[in-house]
């Protein structure tokens, strides 16, 4: 096959792509009957282009949030071309000058943390934080402290250990036996309040809840406690007031590590650099991926503190030290494509465009709320909204599947973007997701949200 002839040919590639490539998350039997396989070729600020010469704008940042200094920054592609010329790739024990440089910028915007380790995806960074926890038991605690707490709703990755870590059973279904040793502490979405509480007795009962396993499975068993900042795909859970304080408390009262999980809220989705800094804890772990290079280059990190990472010192035992790798966390495109992502989102000013613009978003939620009856919680931080349909406000039963599908399919019609929770638990399966690039003005909103207004009147009337 000539491939250059093919790459130039549109029609010849929709082929390719239906014969073979296997996308992610899709269901393939549409593409037997007809429906294109869809291929984005180009992207400028927030909008997309497809191979059929369709402009979108994209409100979910290339699709899964990652994206968030938009799309065609030459400066980050020249700055990575020119460290692959130099330098492209060192793995194994050596350093690099991006690795270092990256990760003093890091550090000194995550006071209290000291030290980074890389890695290639989000799932690969929680494992990384998971295996730490199980060596410090090993070496530390006889093994005994080797449990990991995560909480319903919350997602950490795709691999079987991940999953196991991983509180929605939709995704989960089917991939077992899981990895051993990881325990689920209740979700903290009020608007689902488990036992009908809200305010703060919905947060001491969400405190409750996880005390309550503590004394169950018993402090002394437990490593860490990974929980998101604010649960992502799960449905844009931001806690309850009042909630991540007791969490503090909680890891400090049981000598429990807080492992926080930035793979989404990282590099200033909801307004600050990380989404714990919201509400003033200190992790003692913190992994980060999509935002880092914000998709230019596949890059995640596991951060520590030093308390942590002196744990692995120990020169009179030659297991002591940490006996993980990853092979491409030795290429230097990762982190130089996110030195220069740091540099654009500080000189732009887009932690600051995240919360004014994520405020204008929410608003235009808000109105659509007053409008259609069927949006029943406007939910989020930043540019990450969420918007919860319901079939009736009382009894909040969730609008079904097929109708999550048919808006996002409308808004997709009319040139937009937009993502929705993963489809398949009952009460979770209905939330509209809005996670553009940080680059976003009030027009792109407008446009954004006007679509969803069409597309909710057209499906649901
Ligand atoms: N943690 C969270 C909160 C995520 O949303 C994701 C991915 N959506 C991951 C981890 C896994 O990241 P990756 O797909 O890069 O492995």
Same mark, same amino acid.
């Given at each position: 096959?000539?491939?250059?002839?093919?790459?130039?040919?549109?029609?010849?590639?929709?082929?390719?792509?239906?014969?073979?490539?296997w996308h992610h998350l899709l269901q393939h039997k549409p593409h037997d009957h007809g429906v294109d396989p869809r291929?984005?070729?180009? $992207?400028?600020?927030?909008?997309?282009?497809?191979?059929? &010469?369709?402009?979108?704008?994209?409100? =979910? +940042?290339?699709?899964?949030?990652?994206v968030n200094v938009g799309y065609g920054r030459e400066r980050i592609a020249r700055a990575v071309g020119d460290q692959l010329t130099k330098m492209c790739f060192f793995g194994g024990t050596a350093g690099t000058i991006p690795g270092a440089t990256f990760s003093q910028m890091l550090i000194d915007k995550m006071p209290g943390l000291d030290r980074v380790y890389f890695a290639n995806s989000g799932s690969e960074a929680n494992e990384k934080g998971f295996k730490?926890?199980?060596?410090?038991?090993?070496?530390?605690?006889?093994g005994k402290k080797s449990k990991i707490l995560?909480?319903?709703?919350?997602?950490?990755?795709?691999?079987?250990?991940?999953?196991?870590? $991983?509180?929605?059973?939709?995704?989960?279904?089917?991939? &077992?036996?899981?990895?051993?040793?990881? =325990? +689920?502490?209740?979700?903290?979405?009020?608007?689902?309040?488990?036992?009908?509480?809200?305010?703060?007795?919905?947060?001491?009962?969400?405190?409750?809840?996880?005390?309550?396993?503590?004394?169950?499975?018993?402090?002394?068993?437990?490593?860490?406690?990974?929980?998101?900042?604010?649960?992502?795909?799960?449905g844009i859970?931001?806690?309850?007031?009042?909630?991540?304080?007791g969490v503090q408390a909680l890891c400090k009262k049981y000598n429990i590590l807080l492992h926080i999980d930035e793979v989404v809220c990282g590099l200033g989705r909801t307004g600050t650099w990380f989404g714990y800094q919201q509400f003033g804890v200190q992790p003692d772990i913190v992994t980060m991926a999509k935002g880092v290079a914000s998709?230019?280059?596949?890059?995640?990190?596991?951060?520590?503190?030093?308390?942590?990472?002196?744990?692995?010192?120990?020169?009179?035992?030659?297991?002591?030290?940490?006996?993980?790798?990853?092979?491409?966390?030795?290429?230097?495109?990762?982190?130089?494509?996110?030195i220069e992502n740091m540099h654009i989102i500080q000189e732009e000013g887009?932690?600051?465009?995240?919360?004014?613009?994520?405020?204008?978003?929410k608003a235009n939620l808000h109105a659509l709320m007053e409008k259609h009856r069927w949006i029943g919680d406007v939910r989020g931080k930043g540019l990450f909204a969420g918007a919860e349909l319901v079939m009736d406000r009382d009894s909040k039963e969730p609008v079904d599947e097929k109708t999550v599908a048919a808006i996002v399919g409308d808004c997709m019609k009319q040139g937009v973007i937009i993502g929705a929770t993963n489809r398949s638990l009952p009460g979770f399966n209905n939330t509209l997701l809005f996670a553009p690039a940080l680059i976003a003005t009030k027009d792109d909103l407008d446009h954004i949200t006007d679509a969803?207004?069409?597309?909710?009147?057209?499906?649901?009337g």
């Amino acid at each position: 096959m000539d491939l250059h002839a093919l790459t130039n040919d549109p029609e010849g590639i929709v082929e390719a792509d239906r014969a073979h490539v296997w996308h992610h998350l899709l269901q393939h039997k549409p593409h037997d009957h007809g429906v294109d396989p869809r291929i984005i070729v180009e $992207g400028k600020g927030l909008k997309v282009w497809d191979i059929k &010469g369709k402009e979108h704008i994209d409100s =979910v +940042s290339g699709g899964v949030w990652t994206v968030n200094v938009g799309y065609g920054r030459e400066r980050i592609a020249r700055a990575v071309g020119d460290q692959l010329t130099k330098m492209c790739f060192f793995g194994g024990t050596a350093g690099t000058i991006p690795g270092a440089t990256f990760s003093q910028m890091l550090i000194d915007k995550m006071p209290g943390l000291d030290r980074v380790y890389f890695a290639n995806s989000g799932s690969e960074a929680n494992e990384k934080g998971f295996k730490m926890v199980r060596q410090i038991s090993h070496k530390h605690h006889g093994g005994k402290k080797s449990k990991i707490l995560y909480r319903e709703r919350d997602y950490h990755g795709t691999t079987i250990t991940c999953l196991s870590a $991983g509180g929605q059973e939709e995704r989960n279904a089917q991939y &077992g036996p899981y990895t051993p040793g990881f =325990v +689920s502490v209740p979700h903290c979405l009020e608007y689902r309040s488990q036992d009908g509480s809200n305010g703060e007795a919905y947060t001491a009962a969400s405190l409750k809840a996880i005390e309550d396993v503590i004394l169950r499975e018993g402090a002394d068993t437990i490593g860490s406690l990974c929980l998101e900042p604010i649960t992502a795909g799960g449905g844009i859970i931001t806690p309850p007031v009042g909630y991540w304080d007791g969490v503090q408390a909680l890891c400090k009262k049981y000598n429990i590590l807080l492992h926080i999980d930035e793979v989404v809220c990282g590099l200033g989705r909801t307004g600050t650099w990380f989404g714990y800094q919201q509400f003033g804890v200190q992790p003692d772990i913190v992994t980060m991926a999509k935002g880092v290079a914000s998709g230019y280059a596949a890059i995640s990190c596991c951060v520590t503190t030093n308390a942590v990472f002196e744990q692995f010192k120990d020169d009179t035992d030659k297991l002591g030290y940490f006996r993980d790798i990853s092979t491409f966390g030795g290429c230097t495109a990762g982190p130089a494509a996110a030195i220069e992502n740091m540099h654009i989102i500080q000189e732009e000013g887009l932690l600051e465009n995240s919360t004014t613009m994520g405020e204008h978003l929410k608003a235009n939620l808000h109105a659509l709320m007053e409008k259609h009856r069927w949006i029943g919680d406007v939910r989020g931080k930043g540019l990450f909204a969420g918007a919860e349909l319901v079939m009736d406000r009382d009894s909040k039963e969730p609008v079904d599947e097929k109708t999550v599908a048919a808006i996002v399919g409308d808004c997709m019609k009319q040139g937009v973007i937009i993502g929705a929770t993963n489809r398949s638990l009952p009460g979770f399966n209905n939330t509209l997701l809005f996670a553009p690039a940080l680059i976003a003005t009030k027009d792109d909103l407008d446009h954004i949200t006007d679509a969803v207004d069409q597309a909710i009147t057209r499906v649901l009337g």
